[in-house]
């Protein structure tokens, strides 16, 4: 997500109790051969345990292990399911973790004028990005194909929003939504979810406590997060009930700045974030059990949507 500050815009969700994972998509691509691949970069380490009384009422941290849930038996390729992502310059890409290989499927031609601004994709592999001006468009990727869809900009509010798939009790899919159309010093509207048969925007509820504009993914055990860029510096990232948008815990972060770029996905048990100061995006590792971030590598060019797959490696 391009963030919408003086200076530049925001980009790119998952249930609660249910089974959940979002912003993404099974690839029907091949993976790259694994690698022993390692960041070259300095690890920062968060010490939760370092506090003072002014913080008893502070928000809990991030549980780091996963509950006793149902595992997902449509998943025959869940061990090579990518990230997908697309840029502010229209291209998109997959992102295997294991290696940090990027790969260029295509350049999106959409019908419109705008950009990309935030992007989640199913588990069949489509994708679906928001873009500047507020429309709607679905992307195949496996070759970067780009349609209009019905939705209507500005439904309850969202001029702009930041989006990612989570996979739902029944088995199917929800989009779920964060209005983004504010920085970093502006509230957002809250959480909502869009209907992709009808392409109708249903509003959940404001953040509690209240958020700036923020990127969502989830996990495949239903949990729902938001990435978050302070007014300053550093970020966090913060767990939400999507059954009424409650802030339930949060974790800070050292990288992130109020004219970010960003993007965010959940694979192989750790959080991956995307962020864009300037032309050249940044990717973090962060590890919500040892709650150390990493610089993993870069990419040049200005990623703004994330999406992976509920069947993605926890």
Same mark, same amino acid.
């Given at each position: ?11 790119? %969700? ?12 099974? *690839? ?19 010490? %939760?345990? /370092? ?9 809990? *941290? ?21 990230? $997908?992502?697309?840029?502010?310059? =229209? ?11 990027? #790969? ?8 419109? =004028? ?17 873009? !500047? +001006? ?5 992307? +195949? ?8 869809? #019905? ?8 001029? #702009? &929003? ?14 779920? /939504? ?17 209907? *992709? !048969?009808? &392409?109708?925007?249903?509003? @959940?509820?404001?953040? =509690? ?20 860029? +302070? ?5 966090? @990232? /913060?767990?939400?009930?999507? !059954? +009424?948008? =409650? ?26 974030? &995307?962020? *864009? ?6 990717? #973090?590792? $962060? ?11 870069? &990419? ?11 069947? %993605?490696?926890?």
């Amino acid at each position: 997500m391009r963030r919408l500050t003086p200076v530049v815009a925001c980009v790119l %969700a998952a249930v609660g109790t249910s089974l959940a994972l979002a912003c993404g998509a099974r *690839t029907g691509l091949d993976s790259p051969e694994e690698t022993d691949a390692e960041p070259d970069a300095v690890v920062v380490h968060h010490d %939760a345990s /370092v506090h003072d009384a002014a913080e008893e009422d502070a928000l809990p *941290t991030i549980d780091a292990f996963l509950p006793d849930v149902p595992i997902l038996t449509d998943c025959p390729d869940a061990g090579s399911t990518l990230i $997908y992502l697309i840029t502010e310059e =229209n291209e998109l890409l997959s992102f295997y973790p294991p290696t940090l290989a990027f #790969t260029k499927i295509g350049n999106i031609s959409c019908p419109t =004028n705008a950009t990309p601004f935030s992007m989640g994709v199913d588990r069949l592999g489509t994708a679906y990005s928001s873009f !500047t +001006n507020g429309g709607l468009f679905r992307i +195949n990727t496996a070759d970067a194909g780009c349609q209009a869809t #019905t939705y209507a900009p500005d439904q309850a509010g969202f001029k #702009t &929003f930041c989006m990612g798939y989570a996979s739902a009790s029944d088995g199917g899919d929800t989009l779920y /939504v964060a209005d983004c159309s504010s920085g970093p010093t502006v509230d957002s509207l809250g959480l909502g979810s869009i209907d *992709t !048969t009808s &392409f109708v925007l249903t509003f @959940i509820g404001s953040f =509690n406590p209240t958020l700036p504009s923020c990127e969502l993914t989830g996990t495949g055990d239903g949990r729902l997060f938001a990435y978050c860029v +302070n007014q300053t510096t550093g970020s966090e @990232i /913060v767990q939400i009930d999507e !059954t +009424n948008a =409650n802030v339930i815990a949060s974790n800070p972060l050292v990288v992130g700045s109020p004219n970010d770029g960003f993007a965010f996905a959940f694979w192989g048990g750790v959080f991956w974030i &995307f962020t *864009t100061p300037g032309g050249t995006s940044t990717v #973090t590792r $962060y590890d919500p059990a040892t709650q150390s971030e990493t610089t993993a590598t870069t &990419f040049p060019g200005s990623i703004v949507g994330a999406g992976v797959s509920t069947c %993605a490696p926890e």
